[in-house]
């Protein structure tokens, strides 16, 4: 009997793991023992899933990532084409610090933008993007769009991905795809007035 998902020919899946219903795993990815992959993810080309990274549902990963040991993606995550994820801060080719890897965990529905990377250790929150080839360094407010090296905040973007320019007279900002307003209800923490952020988007 047919697994519930795909995997190319070329790729290879270390047994034992978990991968869930309609992922699809293409040419070259490398799956390794105790990672968990959610349900309908897409693993593009090259794609590398290191010991016991978790991934959510409805991940989407492009060509050429990594994701290596102490990375977490929930649910909706995109990563971009050769977006970069670290697991130590100090790394030594003659020291083994296995037992020092830092945690990262990308929140639901963030994007991390094509070559951006993210130095280990932080938390990427929910619906933040980073742009093409950003440098993150640290913890990400949720809806925080991060542009440059190191990256700083520019702004806010939408859970549909458009960046919240003119605020109306109410104070909130209407995003131009979905209408849903979106409010900081305190200095650097946006919100979604429409929707829970601990939801996914409707179908």
Excluded at 135 to 164: E, I, N
């Amino acid at each position: 009997m047919n697994p519930p998902y795909y995997v190319h020919p070329s790729a290879y899946v270390d047994e034992p793991c978990r991968i869930g219903a309609g992922t699809k795993i293409w040419h070259f990815c490398h799956v390794m023992t105790g990672a968990q992959i959610g349900e309908r993810c897409i693993l593009g080309q090259n794609v590398h899933i290191a010991p016991d990274v978790v991934l959510g549902n409805q991940v989407k990963i492009q060509n050429n990532v990594s994701v290596y040991t102490g990375v977490t993606l929930e649910d909706d995550v995109f990563c971009g084409p050769s977006c970069v994820f670290t697991n130590v801060i100090n790394p030594r080719s003659q020291i083994i610090r296995h037992d020092q890897f830092a945690r990262t965990l990308v929140r639901r529905g963030a994007t991390i933008g094509a070559n951006a990377t993210i130095v280990c250790g932080a938390t990427i929150g929910r619906y933040a993007f980073l742009g093409a080839g950003a440098v993150t360094r640290g913890d990400v407010p949720d809806y925080a769009l991060m542009l440059g090296v190191p990256a700083r905040q520019h702004g806010w973007m939408s859970r549909h991905g458009h960046r919240l320019t003119v605020p109306e007279a109410d104070g909130t900002w209407r995003c131009p795809e979905s209408g849903w307003r979106y409010q900081e209800v305190t200095p650097g923490v946006l919100r979604c007035l429409d929707w829970p952020e601990e939801q996914p988007l409707p179908s």
